[in-house]
């Protein structure tokens, strides 16, 4: 099945601990994307990727970081989480051609104390 | 890229049709129509698209208007599931990385 999978699906830290989300897709997509979701902003993206080796930053990409060494896989790094950083956080991916629909993950819920 | 308008809410009785409307009227003819839909904190689902031509698939219809103004997403029979905000967005061909800009969407519930 055709899926993009995030872990954690939640996770309860303290600030400063570092943490990683993974993201994995299976479709051999080469756009990858993070977005972030709060209340009455709605989704914000924070970095994306256009393929290995190649990522950039997105509209809100401070206190994160990302790395893109293989193509399936695209995980979120906070160094130093804040509390500003509590969140829902969704991961996508779509194939390079630019009208192709984006395929999100079931979301990751982290809470930062 | 063009900006969409949707109402906020809408009902529909389960096993009917849920006829979800969009209005686009400054789309250009490169951009296509995107239908989403997020059921409550999960990740946004893919529905279906299409840039002229009426376009179905197994979760639904894409109606759009000959001037491409507007649109209607179709439901044929929905279930209790289909309950969640659905986002009309339109975007270019080339969007290239261009972040997908979810609005306010349509709240649909379905009721039994």
């Known amino acids: 099945e055709a899926q993009v999978t995030q872990n954690p699906r939640y996770l309860i830290t303290v600030t400063g601990k570092k943490l990683t989300v993974t993201c994995s897709q299976n479709?051999?997509?080469?756009?990858m994307s993070w977005y972030r979701q709060d209340p009455g902003l709605g989704l914000r993206q924070i970095y994306y990727?256009?393929?290995?080796?190649?990522?950039d930053k997105g509209d809100v990409p401070e206190g994160y970081k990302v790395s893109r060494k293989e193509k399936r896989n695209f995980p979120l790094i906070l160094e130093s989480p804040s509390p500003n950083q509590t969140s829902l956080y969704f991961c996508?991916?779509?194939?390079?051609?630019?009208?192709?629909?984006?395929?999100f993950g079931d979301g990751t819920r982290l809470s930062i104390l | 890229d063009a900006k969409t308008t949707q109402p906020t809410s809408m009902d529909c009785a389960e096993g009917r049709a849920a006829n979800l409307p969009c209005n686009h009227s400054?789309?250009?003819?490169?951009?296509?129509v995107y239908w989403y839909r997020q059921i409550h904190s999960q990740g946004p689902q893919y529905i279906i698209h299409?840039?002229?031509n009426n376009e179905t698939n197994e979760m639904a219809s894409l109606i759009i208007t000959e001037d491409r103004k507007s649109s209607t997403l179709i439901l044929p029979h929905a279930t209790l599931r289909d309950t969640a905000v659905y986002y009309c967005?339109?975007?270019?061909?080339?969007?290239?990385?261009?972040?997908?800009?979810f609005g306010k969407g349509t709240r649909l519930s379905v009721i039994a």
């Open positions: 996508a991916s779509r194939q390079r051609e630019g009208s192709q629909p984006q395929h």
């Open positions: 299409g840039l002229k």
């Open positions: 990727s256009m393929n290995v080796e190649v990522t």
């Open positions: 967005i339109v975007r270019p061909r080339n969007s290239g990385n261009t972040p997908l800009v």
């Open positions: 479709m051999n997509h080469e756009y």
């Open positions: 400054t789309i250009s003819g490169n951009e296509y």
